[in-house]
């Protein structure tokens, strides 16, 4: 998952900017979860690998674009500090 993560980290950022923050972050969860529920049903363990794989991607689609929608949250609102703290904690839960 790590892999696939990291592989579309960047990727998702880029096209997040191109059709919209809030259209990635949703299409990125409905990915992850499907994945998630064909990991959880896999038959064999090439299944469950590609599974895995898939919901790196996928999370890294939403990893991109909460991050991203979190600023545009912060710097109309009350203060960077305590929404990027939130998100940072909330994301280092959610990876691990």
């Known amino acids: 998952m790590s892999l ?3 592989a579309a980290l960047l990727t998702a ?3 997040a ?4 923050h809030r259209r990635v972050l949703m299409w990125s969860a409905g ?3 499907a ?5 959880a049903l896999a038959p064999g363990i090439a299944v469950l690998v590609a599974a895995r ?5 996928a999370g890294g689609g939403v990893l991109a674009a909460s991050l991203v929608s979190c600023a545009l949250s912060s710097w ?3 203060g960077m500090l305590r929404h990027g703290t939130n998100w940072t904690s909330q994301a280092g839960v959610g990876v691990e």
């Open 31 to 33: 990915l992850l979860a």
């Open 13 to 15: 950022g880029a096209l």
């Open 35 to 39: 994945a998630s529920v064909v990991a």
């Open 17 to 20: 900017d191109d059709v919209g």
């Open 76 to 78: 109309l609102k009350c």
């Open 53 to 57: 794989v898939l919901q790196g991607v």
């Open 4 to 6: 696939g993560l990291a």
